[in-house]
Structures are given as C-alpha cells and as structure tokens.
Nanobody, 115 residues
Framework: QVQLVESGGGLVQAGESLRLSCAAS????????MGWYRQAPGKQRELVAE???????NYAESVKGRFTISRDNAKSTVYLQMNSLKPEDTAIYYC?????????WGQGTQVTVSS
C-alpha cells in the first residue's frame, strides 16, 4: 500500500503562483510514475502532469509553460510548481502514483484562483 498526502493548495489571485507537494509513504514509489490530476466542479478528472521513473514528463496542453512537475525520490515526494495561475485552473488537485492504469490517489487539495 502507498499513502499519498497533498499539501500547498489555497486561494490566490490570477497571475500568482502556488507549489503543491505530495508526500508518499508506505511502499516505495521510486519505480512508479507520479503525477497530478485535477477535477473542477461539473467536469471529469483530467491529467495535469506526470513524471515517469525514467524522467519522462507529460503535461496537459493547458498548463504547458506555466506548470512544472518534479520529484525527489529521496523524500518520496512529487511537486507541482504552478505559475501564472488562471481562474480556469481552479479545481481539486489530486496526486497519483502507480504503474500503467493501477495506482494510488491522494485525498486532494483545493486550488482556487480568483480573477
């Protein structure tokens, strides 16, 4: 089992930045892809960014150039640096760790961007 705990969400104004953190405990996540998803009210959960153990990164088109994902395997932690935030980035952000379609979810952290 893997437990994921997100932190760093909050309320910011458009154009500001936030940094989300996701700390993993339990089984090692060093061999797992880690990523961030988000779900806005009335919408499906969508991929924001993911980082494979080999270092490959995938970003949603809507966040390219603004968000940066990184991981610290020694701390079993993945980060999401979010810059130039927009109101449409408002959502609950979930951390994910796994292999292929099988993985673990965090409880989510709310990010609200006011205009």
């Amino acid at each position: 089992q893997v437990q994921l705990v997100e932190s760093g969400g909050g309320l910011v104004q458009a154009g500001e930045s936030l940094r989300l953190s996701c700390a993993a405990s339990g089984r090692s996540v060093s061999s797992k892809t880690m990523g961030w998803y988000r779900q806005a009210p009335g919408k499906q959960r969508e991929l924001v960014a993911e980082l494979t153990p080999s270092g490959m990164i995938n970003y949603a088109e809507s966040v390219k150039g603004r968000f940066t994902i990184s991981r610290d395997n020694a701390k079993s932690t993945v980060y999401l640096q979010m810059n130039s935030l927009k109101p449409e980035d408002t959502a609950i952000y979930y951390c994910w760790a796994g292999v292929g379609p099988f993985g673990y979810w965090g409880q989510g952290t709310q990010v609200t961007v006011s205009s």
